[in-house]
């Protein structure tokens, strides 16, 4: 594809990038690009990196900047909203399944003031950012390592790192689970099973071609033309098929979230 540049490229299945995305290097062509399954990349997107990959069922949408010399990594079903900037010059991990709401800016530096003047304020660390995290929109995010589960709710500004199912908020963000609870409840496998089969039941998909099991003691691993979807480790057998899509796209983002074995 013309707006990519990189010597290295991998571009999954059922891609769609906007012909004025630009996904380049830092001085030219990038490293390597690995782009998964089902990804969508909008308008005006810039990723200037030498080394950038996101996972399957990814969208990128519009004006978002990612860009800096160490790699940006970024999970399986990402959401990364309108006008987000996401910094690597200090690396930047993002886990499965996170969100970042629109307007919202992660960083892995602090650089810019006349370092022969004195400037104290010069250094770069890695961004950690975990499973099943989401920022809600508007964040500014230092960084900081954020633990699976937890969230920042709008507006917020992180520059410390975020503990495991906590949800933050403020300026500078500080947890109030105590207040609202814990982004995640637990979920027995029984009721995600039923669920699950409401999902199916309600997809529209040919149910004889997804098969729901609680562990992945259950899959016919041999069973090459269904796909089994585990609830418990919330894994499924990729087949690409079009009914696996069709019912991939129709549990995301907010009904189920699921990776690969």
């Not at 959401?79 to 996401?86: D, P």
């Not at 810019?112 to 950690?128: I, V």
């Not at 004889?208 to 259950?218: G, H, Q, R, S, T």
Request: glycine share 10%; proline share 3%; net charge negative.
């Amino acid at each position: 594809m013309e707006n990519i540049q990189a010597n290295q490229i991998e571009l999954g299945q059922g891609v769609f990038i906007h012909p004025t995305a630009i996904i380049r290097g830092i001085d030219g062509p990038a490293d390597r690009i690995r782009i998964g399954d089902q990804v969508y990349i909008g308008a005006g997107v810039q990723i200037i990196c030498n080394d950038f990959q996101i996972g399957d069922y990814g969208k990128i949408h519009h004006q978002v900047t990612i860009h800096g010399y160490q790699s940006c990594s970024i999970g399986h079903n990402a959401w990364i909203g309108q006008f987000s900037i996401i910094d690597c010059i200090g690396g930047a991990t993002i886990g499965d399944n996170c969100g970042i709401g629109a307007h919202s800016q992660l960083w892995s530096h602090i650089k810019f003031g006349d370092t022969l003047e004195g400037c104290r304020f010069n250094s770069q660390k890695p961004l950690k950012i975990g499973k099943d995290v989401w920022f809600v929109g508007h964040c500014i995010v230092g960084p900081i390592e954020a633990a699976d589960k937890s969230m920042a709710l709008a507006g917020s500004v992180i520059t410390h790192d975020m503990a495991y199912n906590q949800i933050y908020a403020g300026s500078p963000a500080k947890s109030i689970s105590s207040k609202l609870g814990n982004q995640f409840l637990e979920v027995s496998t029984k009721e995600k099973m039923e669920k699950m089969r409401q999902y199916l039941s309600e997809s529209g998909v040919d149910q004889e071609k997804i098969i729901l099991v609680a562990d992945e003691n259950e899959i016919s691993w041999e069973n090459s033309d269904k796909t089994y979807f585990a609830v418990s480790p919330r894994k499924y057998t990729k087949r690409q098929s079009v009914d696996e899509v069709n019912f991939m796209k129709y549990l995301l983002p907010e009904k189920a979230k699921f990776t690969p074995f």
